[in-house]
């Protein structure tokens, strides 16, 4: 395989500066969110990347908390919907009401038309209401009644997910599931982390005071210098190697999508910017493949009677896949 060559169009951004707002943004973020840096860190290279995410976490975890901060921080409208077993899709992406004085229907937005929307507790709603938002987030788009609506640009879903465990819930059908471009889980804060949340809110909420630190129009840059960062021929090669060794894994009944790819190869070019760099590195694939490509995974039955697991099989694969040696210039 060829050596990897960074050196990217003239036409690359300033990563500079886009490394320094990324961290300012996630310092502001972790301003409320406290000991969760990689976490913060992961969810914000998804916005970047144009991608959704989906949230497992207990109840309590600060999940609610941490969609309505980085809203808040990126100077986004925020939306939200508590996704409950009666809610219908129409509740989620609007509907068309007929006005007597204009004598016709107008359409009446949901809470879907915002530049960050948290779908809550997912999974407490039925599949037809969960596939209510998948147009909404595959194409940033939704269609009533034959009409067709775009959506905010940025736009971004954060849902969360009860445990299958808890009563009352249903499983998210794989279409679903594959629209999420990062599966993530906050967990429960240590101790330091936890006493600052408690000396943190001794006075009030710290988020009611919290700036924002970009706009809109700052986040669509962003996202358009992340668009910019070049991938390298054997970069993208690894890339394929890496789907394809999935695919042929033993363990493994599918592999993961074309569309796991095209969002590994994104964030790692978010990645690439956030360390100031305008060419992304094997490594930049690598540190985040994990929580991209782990929920997308199915093992069959005979895998998960040998005690095999998602990540050890992503491991694995990351592993064996030989990466390309890079030469900087």
């Avoid at 990897?4 to 972790?30: C, K, M, R, Y």
């Avoid at 788009?141 to 971004?156: E, I, K, M, R």
């Avoid at 879903?157 to 299958?164: L, M, P």
């Avoid at 599966?183 to 919290?210: K, N, Y």
Wanted: aromatic letters at 6%; proline letters at 8%.
């Amino acid at each position: 395989m060829s050596n990897a060559n960074p050196e990217s169009p003239s036409t690359a951004p300033a990563q500079g500066g886009f490394a320094t707002t990324f961290e300012a943004i996630a310092a502001n973020v972790e301003r409320v969110v406290k000991g969760k840096r990689r976490l913060v860190r992961l969810l914000l290279l998804c916005l970047f990347a144009e991608g959704h995410v989906l949230l497992r976490d207990p109840p309590g975890a600060g999940k609610t908390v941490l969609a309505k901060t980085v809203a808040r921080t990126l100077g986004l409208e925020f939306g939200r919907v508590q996704f409950t077993p009666d809610l219908l899709p129409s509740d989620v992406v609007g509907v068309s009401l007929w006005n007597p004085v204009r004598n016709g229907f107008e359409f009446r937005p949901g809470p879907v038309f915002a530049g960050l929307l948290l779908a809550d507790e997912i999974n407490r709603t039925s599949p037809r209401t969960q596939s209510a938002l998948l147009e909404a987030m595959a194409e940033r788009q939704v269609t009533v009644d034959g009409t067709t609506h775009p959506l905010a640009s940025p736009f971004l879903v954060i849902a969360t997910e009860n445990s299958e465990e808890i009563e009352g819930t249903f499983p998210l059908p794989n279409s679903q599931v594959d629209r999420f471009l990062m599966s993530l889980s906050a967990g429960f804060p240590d101790r330091a982390a936890e006493a600052e949340i408690l000396d943190s809110h001794l006075a009030g909420d710290p988020l009611e005071e919290l700036p924002a630190v970009t706009d809109t129009a700052s986040v669509r840059a962003m996202i358009e210098a992340v668009r910019a960062v070049h991938v390298a021929p054997a970069v993208r090669d690894y890339l394929v190697d890496l789907a394809f060794n999935s695919r042929a894994h033993g363990a493994i009944a599918g592999g993961v999508s074309p569309r796991a790819v095209l969002g590994l190869q994104r964030v790692a070019q978010a990645r690439a910017a956030a360390a100031s760099r305008n060419f992304v590195l094997p490594d930049d694939v690598k540190d985040v493949a994990r929580p991209i490509l782990g929920h997308r995974i199915t093992l069959h039955q005979s895998a998960q009677f040998n005690g095999m697991t998602p990540a050890a099989v992503i491991e694995e694969i990351l592993t064996d896949t030989p990466s390309p040696p890079v030469s900087v210039r």
